[in-house]
């Protein structure tokens, strides 16, 4: 048997339809539990029974405020898809990074609504104007979102061959290398919020990155990985700019998470265009080459 059907197998195994769909059941009933006990912590701190700090993100104080809870563990399940889709092509393993990134700028939404303002100026007060650029980054990134997949459904269509067949498989060895990586980091990042639970110093200020920045970093590491292994099966030149630029759009979505307010959004919209545009100038080139 090839190298390339034993490791097919083994995907085959690890990600079949069974343990996928499981995995998503699991996280529904996760999350769903997720959210009552967030609503009961809420309660119970509203009547003063228990005393949690989460420092000033209010997390405890405002019902909307429990929907942070299963967005997280459904942002989990995107990412676990993620690392399922690396095998397919680079651009759909980008593409479900951006839909990550809007999930994550959504559910900072609904943390963030409870330290709005209402009598204050808008314009002033900065968890007013937080909100401001959230709902309006959401807007534009889901609009980016959407024209990079319309142009991704244009890329010229690639042929079988034992080169992409190999270089396929070697994907899926990453892909099966990250998903235990995934489950580490994870629970470190987990067990690191929850010993931190009341200590205001110990949590992160911002906690909607929590996790998701060690893992766009090994995102980042496994993209470089590909790229390298690409020009043992591609040595055409708009195909390896691409694939560049797009570990570039990582690395902007990777340092939107060292940052707050305006310049986190400003940098994961530039993240998406830059990867939007390098899509779309591929495109033109390799229309051109097979023309």
């Known amino acids: 048997m090839k190298f390339s059907d034993n490791i097919n197998n083994i995907f085959s195994l690890v990600f079949s339809e069974k343990n996928i769909k499981n995995t998503e059941k699991y996280i529904l009933y996760i999350a769903s539990l997720g959210f009552i006990l967030h609503l009961i912590l809420i309660l119970l701190n509203y009547y ?5 700090s989460f420092g000033d993100s209010n997390l405890l104080t405002n019902p909307i405020s429990a929907l942070y809870t299963p967005f997280s563990f459904i942002l989990i399940y995107e990412a676990f898809l993620l690392v399922y889709y690396i095998p397919r092509s680079f651009s759909t393993a980008i593409s479900k990074q951006y839909e990550i990134m809007s999930l994550i700028i959504i559910r900072k939404i609904f943390k963030d609504i409870p330290l709005v303002d209402l009598n204050a100026n808008w314009l002033t007060t900065s968890n007013n104007l937080q909100l401001i650029y959230d709902l309006l980054g959401i807007l534009i990134v889901f609009f980016l979102i959407y024209l ?3 142009i991704r459904k244009k890329s010229p269509k690639k042929f079988n061959s034992k080169k992409l067949d190999l270089f396929i498989a070697s994907k899926k060895i990453i892909s099966l290398l990250l998903t235990p990586i995934l489950i580490i980091v994870c629970c470190l990042s987990f067990y690191s919020w929850l010993i931190g639970i009341g200590d205001e110093t110990a949590i992160s200020e911002n906690i909607n990155y929590l996790f998701f ?3 766009f970093t090994l995102l980042i590491l496994a993209d470089v990985f590909i790229l390298l292994l690409s020009f043992q099966y591609t040595e055409r030149y708009c195909q ?3 694939n560049t630029g797009f570990i570039i759009s990582t690395i902007l979505l990777r340092l939107s998470f060292s940052t707050n307010g305006l310049s986190s959004i400003l940098l994961i919209i530039s993240g998406i265009i830059f990867g939007l545009l390098i899509l779309y100038i591929y495109n033109l080139i390799a229309e051109e080459d097979l023309g």
Do not use: C, G, L, W
């Open 48 to 52: 003063n029974i228990i005393e949690i």
């Open 148 to 150: 990079f997949k319309k």
């Open 213 to 215: 920045t060690d893992f």
């Open 240 to 242: 390896i700019i691409r």
